[in-house]
Each structure stands twice: as C-alpha cells, then as structure tokens.
C-alpha cells in the first residue's frame, strides 16, 4: 500500500508539475528574447539622430563605438548605397526598411531589428543590429535547470508527504494483521491498539470485541465440558464400590484399576478444560510401556470374547512427544474400535516398531475392514462417537507424525500411529 500510494502522488506530482513548468519554461524563453530585442531596438533608436543628421565619418565612428559596447553586429545602409559598421548583405528585412518602415525579424544568425531612418536629405537610411541566438536564449538554459529541480525537489517533497500518510495508514493495517494472526494461534489475551483513520478504528474495535467474545464462549464451553467431567465422578465412585464387593480379588483389582484409570482421565480432562495453557515443559512418554500397559489391559477381554492376539513390541524405552494420559487415550480408542467394529472371535496384531526418526504403532485386524470416512471425526458406521480415530489422528499430530488407514494384509483394517520423537530431541 506504501508503494502504491507512493506512485499515486509521483504521477500527480509530475503531471501538475508538467502543466505548470513547461508554460513557465517556454515563458522564461519568451521573455529573454523580448530582453535581448528591447536592448537591440534602444541601442538602434540611439543611433537615429546620429544617422539623420550626421556624415558619414561620424555615423562610422559612432557605429563601430555601439557595436564594440554591445558586442552585437550594427550596420547602417545609406541611401546612397554605402554601408557603415559590419559588412553584411541587404536583407529583405533591410530593402523594406529602405521604404519608410522599421521592423523585427528573424534571420539564420538570430534576429534582427531593422529601423528606418527618414529625414536625410539624400534618402532613408536604415539601421539594422542582429541579434544572435546566444543572446536571445542568455539565461535561458540556467532558469530552466533551476525550474527542474525544483520539480525534482517538489517530487520528493510530495513522496516525503506520502510516505508519511502512508505510514499512518499502514501501521494499524500491520498492527490489526498481526493481532488477527495471534488470535488465530489461539493466543486470545492479544488485543490491538485502535489508530489511524476513524474506519481502522473501528474494525480494530470490532476485532477486540471478537477476541473478547471468542474468550467468553471458550471460557463457557470448557466449564459445560468440566462440570459434565465432574457428573462422571459418581458413576465411577458406585462402580469402585461394586468392585471391592466383588468376591474374586483379580476381578476387584481388575475392574477398580479400570476405573481409576477412567478417573485420572476424567481429572484430566477437567484439568484441561478449565486450565487451558501451554505445558511448561515438552511433552514426552514411553510408548513402549504405555502400549505394553494397554494390551494387557485389552487382553482380558479379547480372551472373554475369543479374539487372538499377536503382540509384536520393540524393546524400550520408546520416547514420543506426546503425554502419557494422550498417548493412553490414542491407543484406547485403536483397541477399542477392534472390539466395536469386529465380531467376537476376530484375531487383532499389536506391533510397535522404531523407524527413521519415529516410533510407529500398528494395529491390524481380520474384520470386515474400515468404512470410508470413517477417518472423519463424528463419522462412524456403527453407532458410535466417531471420535476414536481422530484422538489417535491428534495425538499423533501433537508428536510432529500422523495417523494412516489401510487394508490389512490378512484383510480386515490396519491403523498405523506414527509418533515422531519428543520437541528437545526434533529441535537438537
């Protein structure tokens, strides 16, 4: 916008500056012509007495005398024929001259001024000084170079000016781009400063009020999001007391296990709903322990619902640049939609394996294979959330990798979590 603006004013600057100069330019011509015959025609009309009424001697010593002072060609042409001072040939302008009438013309050399001088008593005499070009454009070249700098400078003057507007206008434009581009990396806290013209005033009005709009209904939602969290807790406090009424202690230790495992998760998500920050320090877990941990847990039920299980798990630790309570949920959600979405007796493979610069988790089952779409969050073909997928999708995301969906060599589906390594290790 600076460089437009900027244009804008030079091109007006150097067409006004073009209307208003070149008449003054050819002006300035004009008028040192007119100087230089003025000068010739009163060193002429000095000679007319002289001319009138004096001999020839005297009329040449008087010629050679103006002509020495002015610098210029005089001649004077007798009637009878004689011609005093420069020596130069009778010009049209001259043999008009001769018949009573004084006049100013252009010669090749310059200009002339012819004047006649009547009253001799052998005829009209005719004076003739020539002007030459030097002289009728003296000064000329100098004013015209003092008109175009001061073009220049009144240019520049104008840039200077615009460039000046220009920056008053811009800044809040930088300013509200900047803070719009904060907002949108979610730091709600940034506000603009209004400036500039009434207009950006109130668009950078307008853009705080959505900031602090955008921070209300967050502030909202992740209370509504807390307060259903924390209406889980009794459930979960019922289910922990039928558990320890159980009369098999694996089953207690099972089943309480789970839920406190449920319960740490639900703390969590109030936790992240009410206190939404940046973590002070990179997130990292061992994936190696976590998938370990889940597989063992999954593993009582796929053996209550028939299903064979193949675990294939490098040995760790396995750094990821995820949290443990995320990387849990992620791998949750992969088991989980092998007990929604397959019939009970499905076989499922767990394999976890280090690969160039990440650690990547497979989950592979015999089912009936994964819908299209089902990728999309709040997709699902059987009845569920849709939302297991796209938490592996996002935790994924948060380790700098990515979640891919295919056709399982044996059919069925196959999930690969590709983790990248924790922040500290990608930076170094």
Known sequence: MRARLALLVAAVSVLTLIAFLVPLALLVRTVAEDRATVRATADAQSLVPVVGTADAATIRLTVEQLAAESGRPVSVFLPDGTVLGAQTPRTPAVALAARGQSLTGE??????????????????????????????????????????????????IGLLVADRLARTLVRPISDLSAVSHRLANAELDARVTPAGPPELREVAGALNHLATRIQVLLVQEREQVADLSHQLRTPLTALRLEAEALR?????????????????AVTGLIRQ??????????????????????????????????????LDLTPGPLPVGVAADNLTTAVDALLGNVFAHTPDGTPFAVRLTRETGEVVLTVADEGPGMP????????SAAGSTGLGLDIARRAAQAAGGRLEVRAGPQGGAQVLLRLGPPTSARDA
Request: avoid cysteine.
């Open 273 to 310: 709903a009410r206190w939404r920050h940046a973590p002070a320090q990179p997130a990292a877990s061992d994936a190696a322990a976590i998938v370990a941990d889940r597989v063992a847990f999954w593993s009582v039920l796929a053996e209550d619902t028939g299903r064979a299980v193949t």
């Open 248 to 264: 098999d202690p694996d089953d207690a230790a099972r089943i309480t296990a789970a839920a406190d495992g449920l319960e740490r």
């Open 372 to 379: 299209v779409g089902a990728i999309r969050r709040g997709a």
């Open 107 to 156: 010669s090749a050399a310059g200009r002339e001024v012819v004047i006649a001088v009547q009253g001799r008593a052998d005829g009209t005499g005719v004076i003739r000084i020539a002007v030459p070009q030097r002289e009728l454009t003296a000064g000329v070249t100098r004013a015209w170079l003092v008109l175009a700098l001061l073009g220049v400078i009144l240019v520049l």
